[in-house]
Every structure is written in structure tokens, then in C-alpha cells.
């Protein structure tokens, strides 16, 4: 590497940068810790609605997330359905953005049951608890055809009754009486896509809607919950931390003055406190502050030899 | 054989596969993208018969027999009148008979557009409802929103009716950002006025804020994807793997 030292700075070869970047999200990985934090409203809003839902309510369930978002969307996914679970929810679930996302839902789904196995817990079953609708392809005419006919769009569904051929989903304890999507309570969209503004376009005003994003949707997705098209939402690896914070506190529980979370605008929402729900989001948090650290120091060690390679020129 | 452990291994080299393309361009990378990519392509042809064409339109077309708790219905052979409507779309690649593609492709086109209205409304509809906001303060007893803390339902009611001037500077900035940035589009040709000029560069870098907030996000997105991969490789595979199995435990 030849030249000055501003030269240098400029020009570090990709493959060390690359390397110091792999180690900063590995090595903070290994030594687990806990950053400060204060959940934003638009999260509150919507562990509130989820903890508002009454006992059995029947959820319908967007679910167009597959690997490539894991990192966000598994977390916001397990926390959700930990919720729904306590809520004892029934929960439809289907898909329109990918036709992985059916099967990425169901193996969560059955990793959380083998995880309340392992604490002798009731298991979340399917058919009983949830059903996997399957996936539709055309995401805006699938939720066009929902928000319009429910009956005809889920019509023809099969899934799986526990030891049993596939039966026709509104068989199903979670989808019986139900004939549109105003007969949900809720519908919870948790996407990696732009599946949420059809869902916005199409169902908003019929069903109240609640949203699990992934970081780089949360801008737009802050337009609908200021304008109250959605009741609240779940951004990003922030938003997944968030909600397992509200999980184990609460939001002015026990009570406002003594609670660690509070808010001015919403009541006493009860926390489950539970070692198990410090998940995704606690895990990695931390570390994606050192990775941002280590871009701004990357950023001003360019620019720093920016300035030097330039002052070296004119002398 | 510890197949869960095989099968996260076989996750692990993907992913080092895929990720050896940061050093240069490789055959090792080459083969896992193919292979990602015949995999994704076989699991959709699989998953559009399985999961779509079979439940909405084959079983339909020849009707299902009973089975538990369901009675068995008859075919509707009206359904395959969709099969020529559907290849239609393939004459896009005829250059004497492509026309006819365009008729399945207008009739879609011809169903969204009908519905954009609508659409267009239940999305900006509300955003427009909710720009407009109150700028000038209702009270002075305090600048900023007070603690409601121990407040009656009708003492939190009158302190949420009133609007504070903490509340009000807030509107006033989201106003002023709304009219500068709309200005900025509306007045894209040659603007002369001074007044209008300043208000369009300030439209123009609070877009610029905007747009550095989304790729902050998309920033932090993309990390916590490289988070999850090093969580992957490091944690669930070599500690919760590869060191129990190898220790026994």
C-alpha cells in the first residue's frame, strides 16, 4: 500500500474490512449484555393490542417472512406467538409473498411447541390452535380477495387435523363461524415485503391491523401508524427488543409510578416476566451496536484521510 | 447419525459458500448459488400446484369425493375454459400473434385499474385527514404535556383535549415540512421567487433527512442479517452442535 498516510486510510483492502467486521458481530455474541433502552410508543401500541385481545380470539395471521430476514423477522415472529399463546389466540394463518413462508412459519411454530414440550407445557396445535392456510400467489389480489370474499378465498383449503387426512380449513376450530374478515378481532401482518401497504390498501377500516417489519420498512410504515391505519407496529431488530422488554415489565405494571416501562396514554398492561423471554432481539441488539460503532469509526477514518490525502496534495 | 446436526452443517457451508464472494468471485460461491437457486425454483413449482392450482382451480374443475366431515362436490368443467384463456399470455413470445397476449393482460390490467380508486383513498385518504393538525397552542397553563400521573378519566380527557405548546411546535415543523417538501415537486420548473426558492431547498433537504433515516434503517437491517448468519455459524452450530456432539454430551 503505497502513498501517505491519508492515501492509506482511504484505500484499506476490502477482505481486513470485511474481517473486522465478522469478528465485531461474532465476538460480542459470546459475552451477552444488556443495552438501556425505552420501547418506542408504536411498539407499546402493539403489545397493548395483542394483550387487549380477549381469551380465544380468532387472529388472522400474514406470515411473508422466509430466511433471508430471519435475523428480524423470526425474533418479531416467536414473540408474537408467545403473546397469542398466553392469549390462548386462535390463529389462520396464510402467506403471499413467498412460497417458502408457509413452512418457515410452521418449523417456528413447531420449535416453540418442542421448547413448552421441554417445560411441560401445553403445545400450541395445529388445527386446534392454528391453522396453515397456505400460500397464495399475487399478494394484492389474494388480500383483495380476503378483504372481499373469505369464504371463497380460503375456500378449497386443506390442513392437517391431528392424526388424520386434510380437512377443509373452516372445519377447523379456528376458522368455524367465521365468514369475513370483519369476524377477526385483529389481523397481524409480519412481513419483509410490501405485502403491509396491501394489507393497508385493502383491509384498513374493516379490521384493525398491527404490523411486524423489518428495518428498512419502518419509515414507511410509521406513515400508517400516524395516521392510524395500523394500531401499532414492531420495527426491525429495535422493535423485536422492544417487545421482549414489554414482555417481561409490562407498561406501567404494577403500577405507573413503581413500573419500568410507562406511558402516559395507555393503562396498566401486565408483564409475564419469564427467562425465556429474553429471545432474538436481546441477543443481538448489543452486538448490532458494535457493528454500528464500527461503521462510524470507518466512516471518519475515511473521511480523515479524505481530508489528509487532500491537504497532502496541495502541499 | 445426528441429523439435526447434518442438517445445520450443511446450512453452515451454504452460508460460508455464499459469503466467500466478499473475498472474490469463486466456484465455491458459484455452486451454492446455483444451488439455492434450483431449490427455490423446484420448491415454487411445487408449491404453486400444491398449495394454488390444485385447491382453486383443479379440484374445482373436477370436484372432490367425501372425505370426514366433508361431502363430496361436483365438478365444474366450466373451470377449464381457463386453460386456453391462460395461454393466451404465452403468445407474448410470437411476434405475428403476440396481440393476442394482450387480451388476458388488459382484462387484469382493466380489473386493478377499477379498483385503484378505492385503493388510492383507503391508503391517502387518512394520511391527508391526519396532516392536517392544529399549529397554535389552546393553553399556556404548560408548555409541554403534563405527567397524567394519578389524573381523574376526566382530568386525563381535559389535558388530552388541549393542545400544548410543546405539541403545537411539533405540529408547526410537521406542517412546514409537508408544504416544503410538496413545494419542492409542485415547483419543479424554473422557480424565480426567492420566498418559494427557500422554501423548495428546505423541501429538498428535509427529503435528504428522509432519505438518510431510511438508509440508516436499511443499515441496521442489514447487519442484524449478518448478526443472525454469525449466530448461526458461531452459537447454534459450533457450541450447541458440533462441541456437545463431539464431547458426548
Known amino acids: 500500500m503505497k502513498g501517505n498516510l491519508g492515501e492509506k486510510l482511504q484505500s484499506l483492502p476490502k477482505p481486513i474490512l470485511y474481517l473486522i467486521l465478522i469478528l465485531a458481530t461474532s465476538i460480542p455474541l459470546f459475552f451477552p449484555t444488556e443495552v438501556p433502552n425505552e420501547p418506542v410508543e408504536s411498539t407499546k401500541d402493539f403489545y397493548a393490542t395483542l394483550m387487549a385481545l380477549p381469551e380465544g380470539s380468532k387472529v388472522l395471521l400474514m406470515s411473508d417472512w422466509t430466511g433471508s430476514t430471519r435475523g428480524e423477522s423470526k425474533g418479531a415472529f416467536r414473540s408474537i406467538f408467545k403473546i397469542l399463546i398466553r392469549r390462548k389466540a386462535k390463529v389462520a394463518i396464510y402467506s403471499a409473498a413467498d412460497p417458502q413462508a408457509p413452512r418457515v412459519a410452521q418449523d417456528a411454530i413447531n420449535e416453540l411447541n418442542m421448547e413448552r414440550k421441554r417445560k411441560n407445557l401445553p403445545t400450541f396445535d395445529r388445527w386446534n390452535d392454528w391453522v396453515n392456510i397456505g400460500y397464495f400467489p399475487n399478494a394484492e389480489a389474494a388480500i383483495n380477495g380476503i378483504a372481499n370474499d373469505l369464504k371463497g378465498a380460503f375456500g378449497g383449503r386443506k390442513d392437517f387435523p391431528p392424526n388424520s387426512p386434510p380437512r377443509d380449513v373452516f372445519q377447523s376450530p379456528v376458522l368455524q363461524g367465521v365468514t369475513k374478515v370483519e369476524d377477526f378481532p385483529l389481523m397481524l401482518v409480519i412481513t419483509a415485503s410490501k405485502t403491509s401497504n396491501f394489507a393497508v390498501e385493502r383491509v384498513s377500516g374493516r379490521t384493525p391491523l398491527a404490523f411486524a417489519v423489518t428495518g428498512v420498512m419502518v419509515p414507511e410504515t410509521q406513515v400508517f401508524y400516524q395516521s392510524k391505519q395500523i394500531v401499532g407496529y414492531c420495527g426491525g431488530l429495535k422493535g423485536v427488543y422492544d417487545l421482549e422488554q414489554l414482555m417481561e415489565s409490562g407498561v406501567n405494571f404494577p403500577d405507573k409510578a413503581t413500573g419500568k416501562i410507562k406511558s402516559d396514554k395507555l393503562g396498566t398492561i401486565e408483564g409475564f416476566p419469564d427467562p425465556d423471554n429474553k429471545g432474538q432481539g436481546t441477543r443481538y441488539y448489543p452486538t448490532l451496536h458494535y457493528a454500528l460503532a464500527l461503521m462510524i469509526i470507518m466512516i471518519i477514518l475515511g473521511n480523515v484521510g479524505m481530508f489528509l490525502a487532500k491537504r497532502g496534495d496541495k502541499s | ?249
Open chain 2, 1 to 249: 447419525m445426528n441429523y439435526d446436526l447434518l442438517r445445520i452443517t450443511a446450512g453452515v457451508i451454504a452460508t460460508i459458500g455464499l459469503y466467500s464472494v466478499l473475498w472474490k468471485e469463486n466456484k465455491f460461491y458459484r455452486f451454492f448459488e446455483h444451488v439455492f437457486l434450483g431449490l427455490a425454483a423446484g420448491w415454487t413449482m411445487v408449491a404453486l400446484w400444491t398449495e394454488t392450482l390444485k385447491a382453486n382451480w383443479w379440484d374445482k374443475m373436477v370436484g372432490t369425493p367425501a372425505e370426514t366431515g366433508s361431502v363430496a362436490t361436483n365438478g365444474m368443467y366450466a373451470y377449464a375454459l381457463l386453460i386456453p384463456f391462460g395461454l393466451m399470455g404465452y403468445f407474448v413470445f410470437s411476434k405475428k400473434h403476440n396481440w393476442i397476449s394482450r387480451i388476458p393482460i388488459g382484462i387484469i390490467l382493466g380489473l386493478w385499474s377499477g379498483q385503484q380508486i378505492q385503493v388510492w383513498w383507503n391508503t391517502y385518504g387518512p394520511q391527508i385527514d391526519a396532516t392536517l393538525k392544529p399549529i397554535l397552542p389552546t393553553t399556556w397553563d404548560s408548555l409541554i404535556v403534563p405527567s397524567t400521573n394519578g389524573l381523574t378519566p376526566e382530568q386525563l380527557s381535559q389535558v388530552q383535549s388541549q393542545i400544548y405548546f410543546s405539541q403545537a411546535v411539533n405540529n408547526f415543523l410537521f406542517t412546514i415540512t409537508v408544504v416544503s417538501v410538496l413545494s419542492y415537486f409542485l415547483f419543479s420548473f424554473e422557480v424565480k421567487n426567492k420566498a418559494v426558492k427557500g422554501i423548495n431547498t428546505m423541501g429538498r433537504y428535509l427529503l435528504m433527512i428522509g432519505f438518510g433515516a431510511i438508509f440508516g434503517s436499511t443499515v441496521m437491517m442489514r447487519f442484524t442479517l449478518l448478526i443472525d448468519r454469525m449466530h448461526f455459524i458461531w452459537i447454534e452450530w459450533l457450541r450447541d452442535g458440533v462441541f456437545p456432539f463431539i464431547s458426548g454430551r
